[in-house]
């Protein structure tokens, strides 16, 4: 079907639950159609997407250091009990964001000893628990880890001072009173040029003729500013790039993951850390695979995923060891006989891994696919859908310009019933999960911006420029957070 102002709009597959009808809600940093990214705005492309755990707050880095915050604002501009909004979501609640604040979070650095440079790309962001009305996230670029807090403050100004005059005048008299009558000279801070009077005496008798009174100024506050200021800095843990953190359900505790290593901080204890994976292997010409992601499970804080080059997914428990090397649960799918070529290792890498809200089921993507596993059978997916099955006849065009290296992620709803991924041509798809078959077929979802031209009959005209790669999906309603380019879009069902 298709949507207001020309903007296209499609269901997922059909069956339980309902397909939902994806509406347009926002967009920020939009370009014209057609309009390409300029060499200067590169540093604006949004790299990550992230809402916070009750979705009121929605965070974005981009590849210049920054960090973006917007608020969510129809909640609270609507107000009401609980029994009204949601009644107001049945009819046509329209979620809507605005800007809040930015700070810059990282800066370009270099290592010398390694003769490196450092890109200030912001690669993940977490929030974590708030306290006391501010909040509280992690950031990550390649190397360092930062931990922010954002908070209100209030901007004091000294107001004028007013005087009332009758009284200013009253003390006047009385200052000018006593100085007749005792000959004793009073300053303006109310002390006198008698030293013989001691006003920490224990006697409590006021000098003759009184004080004059204290002109003390007023300090207002009148207006209030967003200030972020770094907390903590997690450096000098990694050897190699960064691609993953993750908070603990606790509250207390975080990983971090880069290609062979993931590491284990404590919030409070910025100079310390614990590696609890380690796939280094002795010599480096045997090294096979490498991490691409990890994810700490949403609710029992002694378990974590983490997803390989390979295809794997590995279960792992902290309290096993110290350092995890075996893994609790494998999950990873077997290669059909006679289907292995050249390609097949590099689309079997799995870019993203995702636990649904309750940590019954694990989401992977990887390029050609999205995959569902159930953390209690590890034989196989209970559900694969195929996102880039009409490219494989391309793949080496896609490996020659490097778009078969794009690293695409997923996310799940808060219900846990659908699953959404990027894809090429701006477009994202949003299947909903089948019950318990275990293939189903995405169609076409949301598009917006310029069309890029299809495939002809024989599938060669192709646009891989115009991809979607982050996308989040707010914790509790449909409603889908993509970027492309240096544009957040926003779309609700």
């Not at 920020?28 to 309009?35: I, L, Q, S, T, V």
């Not at 977490?126 to 996230?137: D, K």
Request: glycine share 6%; net charge negative; hydrophobic share 30%.
């Amino acid at each position: 079907m298709h949507g207001g102002d020309g903007r296209e709009v499609a269901s997922a597959a059909a069956g339980p639950p309902t397909p939902l009808e994806w509406k347009f809600s926002q967009v920020f940093g939009e370009r014209a159609a057609g309009e390409e990214v300029q060499e200067g705005d590169i540093v604006d492309i949004i790299s990550v997407i992230e809402f916070d755990k009750n979705g009121n707050h929605l965070a974005t880095g981009d590849r210049g250091g920054r960090v973006v915050l917007f608020e969510r604002t129809d909640a609270k501009e609507h107000g009401g009990n609980q029994r009204d909004l949601e009644r107001m979501d049945q009819v046509s609640r329209h979620p809507e964001f605005r800007y809040k604040t930015e700070f810059q979070s990282h800066e370009p650095e270099f290592d010398y000893l390694k003769s490196l440079e450092i890109e200030e790309k912001i690669n993940k962001i977490r929030w974590c628990q708030t306290a006391n009305g501010a909040v509280f996230l992690l950031s990550t670029n390649d190397k360092t880890i930062k931990y922010w807090k954002v908070q209100e403050k209030k901007v004091k100004k000294i107001s004028e001072i007013k005087v009332d005059s009758g009284k200013a005048a009253g003390n006047g008299g009385i200052a000018s009173s006593s100085k007749s009558s005792n000959s004793k000279q009073f300053f303006a801070n109310g002390d006198y040029s008698d030293r013989s009077y001691n006003p920490l005496s224990k006697d409590l008798s006021f000098p003759p003729g009184g004080l004059p009174s204290l002109r003390l100024p007023l300090v207002t506050s009148s207006e209030t500013s967003l200030d972020a200021r770094c907390r903590r800095v997690y450096a000098h843990a990694h050897d190699y790039h960064i691609n993953s953190i993750s908070n603990n359900s606790d509250g207390e505790t975080f990983i971090s993951a880069d290609d062979l290593r993931i590491n284990l901080w404590n919030l409070e204890i910025s100079n310390q850390s614990f590696n609890i994976v380690d796939v280094k292997p002795t010599n480096m010409e045997d090294l096979t695979e490498v991490i691409t992601s990890a994810e700490f499970h949403p609710t029992h804080c002694n378990t974590l995923a983490y997803s390989s080059s390979k295809g794997s997914i590995r279960l792992i428990d902290l309290r096993q060891s110290a350092l995890c090397d075996s893994h609790s649960k494998i999950f990873e799918e077997q290669e059909a006989p006679g289907s292995r070529s050249f390609f097949t290792e590099i689309i079997a890498s799995i870019s993203d891994v995702k636990f649904a809200r309750d940590g019954r089921y694990l989401l992977s993507r990887d390029y050609m696919s999205l995959k569902l596993w159930d953390v209690n059978m590890d034989s196989g997916p209970v559900a694969t859908f195929q996102v880039h099955e009409y490219l494989r006849p391309k793949l080496c065009d896609l490996y020659e310009n490097d778009s078969i290296f794009d690293k695409f992620e997923c996310c799940l709803s808060g219900d846990g019933l659908r699953v959404a991924t990027g894809s090429y041509r701006r477009q994202i798809q949003t299947p909903a999960r089948p019950s318990r078959s275990l293939t189903s077929s995405i169609s076409r979802v949301v598009r917006r911006g310029a069309e890029s031209p299809g495939p002809d009959a024989n599938g060669n005209s192709f646009d891989f420029t115009t991809k979607l790669l982050h996308l989040a999906w707010h914790p509790s309603e449909n409603s889908i957070a993509c970027a492309a380019a240096n544009s957040l879009y926003m779309y609700y069902a």
